[in-house]
């Protein structure tokens, strides 16, 4: 054991020790829950990230302190790996390993994965930390620095930013720039100037009405939006509501995106406007859904599928006009709609792929397409263009052969490419994207949803003694524990028409979630509560 590492376990014991014997893993999105158990996670996850920088040849390795769309009592931390994709798999198993050892053991662990993984200590690894406004995120900020600061890591500590914009740093940084630089500013800059181009000297196109009501779910993207407001001005004027940020227990609270999608209902402190285009992000701005009350009071989502199928479809007929040959794919998860899926495959001939939930997940597919198009259904995606696409672009722009409209269609591409966040799913880089899409296309919220119509769904949280006896299989969509789980939602789902379930455990909270479809919204919701009887019964459910 080296003295760096005797001094790291030396500062945990005394100023981060494990205060608790709970395990924690590395689940859908890093570390998540009460905030209050998460010190010496942090404290490690800091010093995990130095020696992650050391094993990447000392590029600069992302950390976030955020629990994004939980309640405000929890908090989490998710590492960054250097081209802004989240951390390599098999280093999660390392997080894992790390975070639960005891504080006697901690040495023994750090060495370990030095050895194994060929770490070279004498270099100098570099570590940008990010967090959001949660009231714990300050001292857990301060316990990554600790961490990062034991292994003598360079840090740059950015303070209150978006889990997206810290995914956009490291990109910058690691690609010395060409990403953009790596700061606020330019991360402001690059996108609305992308956006402002596109939009022209017209604002007002056809039925689509630069005016959006914005619910900032009282987190951190109520801080950035305004940025963006006051970059874009007029061609957007953009209503901010929710965001009280300094007020205590108002995170997420009856608001935000989570709480739209799951309550299918407009968040609390927000006007309702009949037929005004509204748009909730979640606490650290990494997912976005839109909505709209009717005249008749009657409450529509449009959801990441939705955003999906409508950017799917924008940036098919781009890709044509430029006479590019370009394969683009759409990455979705269990929890799509069956509609959207169908319409995606059928009406706009997108291959889709269907892998397990987390964005992590589905970046990964996404990036073997040329250009691979990935939303959950939550909200939650973006859009990747590979290098050849770009290289690409980048000659054909200078081409004396291509046409007017060859060129134009181009240039198009080019500032959509930045306008879009590529690092990972972007609630304001989205929502700027959906506007320049319904802009472009003169159209309002309901021509957006009339494109198809949604198969009615319901998703419910079942509390569970232990989530993780539920497991499953095929993208999620069969369970293979516990025995005989399957075989009765099968027993149900025949029972509906169009009916569809499954089951999955959370890897965000402590619950296994229920999704369910079919032909009405009340067979929807008999069958989701007939599935979640069965977790109750077999899977260990608690009454609650
Ligand atoms: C995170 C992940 C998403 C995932 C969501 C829910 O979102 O980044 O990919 O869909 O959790 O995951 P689970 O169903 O496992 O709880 P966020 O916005 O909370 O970071």
Same mark, same amino acid.
């Given at each position: *054991?080296?003295?760096?590492?005797?001094?790291?376990?030396?500062?945990?014991?005394?100023?981060?020790?494990?205060? !608790?014997?709970?395990?924690?893993?590395?689940?859908?999105?890093?570390?998540?829950?009460?905030?209050?158990?998460?010190?010496?996670?942090?404290?490690?996850?800091?010093?995990?990230? +130095?020696? %992650?920088?050391?094993?990447?040849?000392?590029?600069?390795?992302?950390? *976030?302190?955020?629990?994004?769309?939980? @309640?405000?009592?929890?908090?989490?931390?998710?590492?960054?790996?250097? *081209?802004?994709? *989240?951390?390599?798999?098999?280093?999660?198993?390392?997080?894992?390993?790390?975070?639960?050892?005891?504080?006697?053991?901690?040495?023994?662990?750090?060495?370990?994965?030095?050895?194994?993984?060929?770490?070279? =200590?004498?270099?100098?690894?570099?570590?940008?930390?990010?967090?959001?406004?949660?009231?714990?995120?300050?001292?857990?900020?301060?316990?990554?620095?600790?961490?990062?600061?034991?292994?003598?890591?360079?840090?740059?500590?950015?303070?209150?930013?978006?889990?997206?914009?810290?995914?956009?740093?490291?990109?910058?940084?690691?690609?010395?720039?060409?990403?953009?630089?790596?700061?606020?500013?330019?991360?402001?800059?690059?996108?609305?100037?992308?956006?402002?181009?596109?939009?022209?000297?017209?604002?007002? @196109?056809?039925?689509?009405? $630069?005016?959006?009501?914005?619910?900032?779910?009282?987190?951190?993207?109520?801080?950035?939006?305004?940025?963006?407001?006051?970059?874009?001005?007029?061609?957007?004027?953009?209503? &901010?509501?929710?965001? %009280? #940020?300094?007020?205590?227990?108002?995170?997420?609270?009856?608001?935000?995106?989570?709480?739209?999608?799951?309550?299918?209902?407009? $968040?609390?402190?927000?006007?309702?406007?009949?037929?005004?285009?509204?748009?909730?992000?979640?606490?650290?701005?990494?997912?976005?859904?839109?909505?709209?009350?009717?005249?008749?009071?009657?409450?529509?989502?449009?959801?990441?599928?939705?955003?999906?199928?409508? #950017?799917?479809?924008?940036?098919?007929?781009?890709?044509? @006009?430029?006479?590019?040959?370009?394969?683009?794919?759409?990455?979705?998860?269990?929890?799509?709609?069956?509609?959207?899926?169908?319409?995606?495959?059928?009406?706009?001939?997108?291959?889709?792929?269907?892998?397990?939930?987390?964005?992590?997940?589905? !970046?990964?597919?996404?990036?073997?397409?040329?250009?691979? &198009?990935?939303?959950?259904?939550?909200?939650?995606?973006?859009?990747?263009?590979?290098?050849?696409?770009?290289?690409?672009?980048? %000659?054909?722009?200078?081409?004396?052969?291509?046409?007017?409209?060859?060129?134009?269609?181009? @240039?198009? =591409?080019?500032?959509?490419?930045?306008?879009?966040? /590529?690092?990972?799913?972007?609630?304001?880089?989205?929502? =700027?994207?959906?506007?320049?899409? =319904?802009?472009?296309?003169?159209?309002?919220?309901?021509?957006?949803?009339?494109?198809?119509?949604?198969? $009615?769904?319901?998703?419910?949280?079942?509390?569970?003694?232990?989530?993780?006896?539920?497991?499953?299989?095929?993208?999620?969509?069969?369970?293979?524990? $516990?025995?005989? +789980?399957?075989?009765?939602?099968?027993?149900?789902?025949?029972?509906?028409?169009?009916?569809?379930?499954?089951?999955?455990?959370?890897?965000?909270?402590?619950? +296994? %979630?229920?999704?369910?479809?079919?032909?009405?919204? /009340?067979?929807?919701?008999?069958?989701?509560?007939?599935?979640?009887? &069965?977790?109750?019964?077999?899977?260990?459910?608690?009454?609650?």
């Amino acid at each position: *054991m080296t003295t760096l590492q005797k001094s790291v376990t030396a500062i945990a014991a005394k100023n981060h020790p494990k205060n !608790h014997s709970k395990t924690i893993q590395y689940g859908t999105a890093g570390f998540r829950t009460v905030a209050t158990d998460l010190d010496h996670v942090v404290f490690r996850m800091g010093v995990l990230s +130095v020696l %992650r920088s050391l094993k990447c040849n000392c590029q600069t390795i992302g950390l *976030m302190i955020t629990a994004s769309h939980n @309640k405000e009592e929890d908090n989490g931390v998710k590492i960054v790996d250097p *081209m802004g994709e *989240m951390l390599e798999q098999s280093w999660e198993e390392l997080a894992t390993e790390l975070a639960n050892v005891g504080d006697d053991k901690l040495d023994t662990v750090i060495n370990d994965i030095v050895e194994k993984q060929n770490i070279d =200590l004498s270099k100098t690894g570099s570590v940008f930390v990010g967090q959001d406004t949660r009231p714990s995120s300050d001292s857990l900020a301060r316990a990554a620095l600790t961490g990062i600061a034991a292994l003598s890591g360079i840090v740059k500590d950015y303070g209150i930013v978006t889990t997206p914009m810290l995914h956009f740093f490291v990109t910058c940084q690691n690609t010395n720039e060409a990403y953009g630089k790596a700061t606020a500013d330019s991360y402001i800059k690059k996108i609305s100037s992308a956006f402002l181009k596109l939009r022209g000297d017209t604002y007002e @196109k056809g039925k689509y009405k $630069p005016e959006i009501q914005f619910d900032g779910a009282n987190g951190v993207g109520s801080v950035i939006i305004k940025d963006f407001a006051k970059a874009i001005g007029d061609a957007l004027k953009i209503n &901010i509501n929710n965001d %009280r #940020v300094n007020e205590l227990g108002v995170l997420n609270k009856d608001c935000g995106a989570e709480y739209v999608k799951t309550q299918q209902k407009p $968040p609390k402190g927000v006007a309702v406007v009949a037929n005004a285009r509204c748009v909730s992000v979640d606490g650290d701005a990494d997912r976005v859904v839109y909505y709209y009350v009717d005249a008749d009071d009657k409450f529509h989502l449009l959801d990441g599928d939705r955003i999906a199928t409508l #950017v799917a479809g924008y940036i098919m007929e781009v890709v044509k @006009k430029t006479g590019l040959e370009v394969n683009l794919g759409l990455v979705q998860t269990a929890y799509a709609n069956g509609s959207s899926t169908a319409y995606i495959s059928e009406k706009l001939n997108v291959p889709v792929a269907c892998v397990s939930t987390g964005v992590k997940n589905l !970046h990964r597919k996404a990036v073997e397409f040329d250009i691979g &198009i990935y939303f959950e259904a939550n909200g939650h995606g973006t859009i990747t263009f590979s290098d050849k696409v770009k290289d690409k672009l980048d %000659r054909e722009l200078t081409n004396p052969s291509s046409t007017k409209s060859q060129l134009a269609a181009m @240039k198009e =591409l080019a500032l959509l490419i930045n306008l879009i966040n /590529e690092t990972v799913g972007d609630a304001l880089s989205d929502m =700027l994207l959906v506007e320049t899409v =319904l802009h472009a296309r003169g159209w309002n919220i309901q021509d957006w949803e009339n494109t198809y119509e949604d198969l $009615p769904n319901r998703l419910l949280k079942v509390i569970v003694k232990d989530r993780n006896v539920v497991e499953t299989t095929d993208a999620n969509r069969k369970c293979t524990s $516990p025995a005989g +789980v399957q075989d009765a939602i099968d027993e149900v789902v025949k029972k509906f028409k169009n009916g569809r379930s499954f089951i999955r455990a959370s890897g965000t909270e402590d619950v +296994v %979630r229920v999704y369910a479809e079919a032909d009405t919204q /009340e067979n929807a919701d008999h069958l989701a509560n007939l599935v979640k009887k &069965i977790v109750e019964e077999m899977a260990g459910g608690i009454n609650q």
